[in-house]
């Protein structure tokens, strides 16, 4: 299995471009999540899927967008791309929910600088 | 609000000797608290997992353990190596929402 991987790994934008973070599973888990790191500061979920067709806002979820049309994959799509956005990028899943004490899997990140 | 305060924010120990990191959170209904590891440009990766019941929890050298009367988690790490240096992230879930409230991490530096 390769657990959960992303693309691209480094990405620059000019401000008010757009472009599409990907992230697949193959572990067959509902639930999907992704989170942004800023320096120094706690991971804060941004928007989470549990299952197929089925998606929620997190903490921070303006200025992105999700989908979720499969159940391996949740892309998210950053929409006039602005300079607070530059973070790094973790897509996560788990088997059920967090209350359920499944193990968190997350993938490897995207870099992502807002010029 | 549900908060996750972790310290110390960073330490630096010599390769060999044992550390403790500190956990205190205020999420509540309480329904566990895991324990993740962060190498430096990383996804985290989890290393313990406890539910309400459990109060202590081990993984190779790391031994979490967790009261949930007074709201703190530790993680121990035992006879520390150079790979431990990394970012330790206590994580707490809430019931219902079922969604993860994160701490700041602890920056390990393990020196030779």
């Known amino acids: 299995n390769a657990g959960v991987t992303q693309t691209p790994k480094f990405r620059i934008l000019k401000i008010g471009q757009s472009m599409t973070l990907q992230c697949t599973q193959d572990?067959?888990?509902?639930?999907m999540y992704w989170y942004r790191q800023d320096p120094g500061m706690g991971l804060k979920l941004i928007y989470y899927s549990v299952g197929a067709g089925i998606t929620d806002k997190g903490e921070v979820p303006n200025g992105y967008n999700v989908s979720r049309s499969t159940t391996e994959d949740f892309p998210l799509r950053l929409e006039l791309a602005a300079p607070s956005q530059t973070s790094v990028y973790f897509c996560a899943s788990t088997r059920t929910s967090g209350t359920s004490g499944d193990t968190q899997y997350f993938g490897p990140g995207t870099r992502l600088t807002v010029l | 609000k549900n908060q996750v305060e972790q310290s110390p924010q960073s330490l630096i120990i010599l390769e060999g000797k044992n550390c403790t990191l500190q956990c205190n959170y205020t999420v509540s209904p309480f329904s566990n608290l895991r324990w993740y590891k962060q190498d430096t440009g990383r996804g985290p990766v989890s290393l313990t997992i406890?539910?309400?019941?459990?109060n202590t929890k081990s993984n190779g050298r790391y031994t979490a353990t967790l009261d949930a009367d007074t709201k703190q988690s530790s993680l121990h790490i035992t006879a520390s190596q150079l790979s431990d240096s990394a970012s330790y992230i206590c994580?707490?879930?809430?019931?219902?929402?079922?969604?993860?409230?994160f701490g700041k991490g602890t920056m390990l530096l393990v020196s030779p």
């Open positions: 994580v707490v879930s809430a019931t219902p929402h079922s969604t993860l409230t």
């Open positions: 406890m539910t309400f019941s459990e």
């Open positions: 572990m067959n888990h509902n639930y």
